[in-house]
């Protein structure tokens, strides 16, 4: 079946970038998707990718795609205290199909 | 615009009981989905519906385990007899209709905790 596989931890110093990254199995995933988390609390959509893109940057998050590979980053710059949370990247199937697979989740943690 | 609302938030059961977890959609979104997060694991699909109307429960559990969305009220998805491995995170999301997947927004969630 679908994988979504991430590192479960990334640690950071504030302002520094922080780049967590992603790998998928599904080839035909036609969304890539980045949610955060944060304590106790539901997840928020961060930002997509169409699977025919390399690259979308927004404000200081920026993903990039490496569809031959199967690889998806996300790039935080100037990371803040308030970035941490747990990020979690998602792929969505073509052909009709509608429901994300999910990976496990990277818990993003950054020092002062 | 209130966002998606779970209810309880947190809720704790003993072996045996049922646990009932509400949620109710955006303003205008007509479809709901259920998705189940165990410690230290991604979300996992379970259930996907839209008004009166289950359309795809291909992440159910084919025991124990029901959803819900009537005409009016809540999206209830239902736990009969619950086990400690039902212990979890249990989000809903809604989206409007005629949306994919993209446009999900997610609940804050319901803690199960069974002892």
């Known amino acids: 079946g679908e994988d979504v596989e991430q590192s479960l931890f990334l640690s950071v110093r504030e302002g520094d970038s922080s780049v967590i990254n992603c790998t998928y199995t599904?080839?035909?995933?036609?969304?890539l998707y980045w949610y955060k988390q944060e304590p106790g609390a539901g997840l928020q959509l961060l930002t997509y990718?169409?699977?025919?893109?390399d690259m979308k940057q927004d404000q200081r998050l920026t993903v990039l795609l490496n569809k031959k590979d199967k690889h998806l980053s996300l790039r935080i710059a100037d990371t803040q205290t308030g970035d941490s949370a747990i990020y979690f990247c998602?792929?969505?199937?073509?052909?009709?199909?509608?429901?994300?697979?999910f990976g496990r989740g990277t818990s993003l943690i950054v020092h002062p | 615009n209130a966002g998606v609302m779970q209810n309880p938030r947190h809720l704790v059961r003993r072996r045996g009981q049922e646990a009932r977890l509400r949620c109710s959609p955006m303003?205008?979104?007509?479809?709901v989905y259920w998705y189940r997060q165990l410690p230290e694991e991604g979300l996992k699909f379970m259930v996907y519906?839209?008004?009166?109307?289950?359309?795809?429960e291909s992440g159910m559990p084919k025991e124990r385990f029901s959803a819900e969305f009537p005409k009016e009220g809540p999206s209830i998805l239902r736990i009969q007899q619950v086990v400690r491995g039902d212990s979890a995170a249990y989000f809903c999301?809604?989206?409007?209709?005629?949306?994919?997947?993209?446009?999900?927004?997610f609940g804050p969630g319901t803690r199960l905790t069974v002892l």
């Open positions: 998602a792929s969505g199937p073509g052909g009709g199909s509608y429901i994300p697979t």
């Open positions: 599904d080839s035909s995933s036609t969304y």
């Open positions: 990718i169409f699977s025919n893109m």
């Open positions: 999301a809604s989206s409007p209709p005629g949306q994919g997947p993209d446009t999900q927004y």
């Open positions: 519906l839209q008004k009166e109307n289950i359309i795809d």
């Open positions: 303003k205008g979104h007509s479809h």
